[in-house]
Nanobody, 123 residues
């Protein structure tokens, strides 16, 4: 499984960004995809995930109502629409794939990682 994240950038607080993750060589152990983020000096944390088959979504409480994860199965793409961004959303965002959505409870369970894309939210 290969993952390629893109779409990060600098945005003012209250603004929006859309991250994309292109997936290739998906296998039977990559039924869920999602996003983690890691701010400087902090541990990597779960942001959101989506079941590739059912489309069921999950969100961290800190982003619920502001971020929306989606996927395009035909194009093997996943997106994270981020709105009402806050300075505390500043981090390196990683796309990830795993066997199922429960794997996203802990980043140590993740089988596949893409490279990070940097999001900076200025106040």
């Amino acid at each position: 499984v290969q993952l390629q994240a893109s779409g990060g950038g600098l945005v003012q607080a209250g603004g929006s960004l859309r991250l994309s993750c292109a997936a290739s060589r998906l296998t039977t152990d990559s039924n869920a995809m999602g996003w983690f983020r890691q701010a400087p000096g902090k541990e990597r944390e779960f942001v959101s995930s989506i079941s590739w088959r059912s489309g069921r979504t999950y969100y961290a409480d800190s982003v619920k109502g502001r971020f929306t994860v989606s996927r395009d199965g035909a194009m093997n793409m996943m997106y994270l629409q981020m709105s009402s961004l806050k300075p505390e959303d500043t981090a390196l965002y990683y796309c990830a794939a795993a066997t199922d959505s429960s794997s996203f409870r802990n980043y140590l369970n993740i089988a596949y990682w893409g490279q990070g894309t940097e999001v900076t939210v200025s106040s």
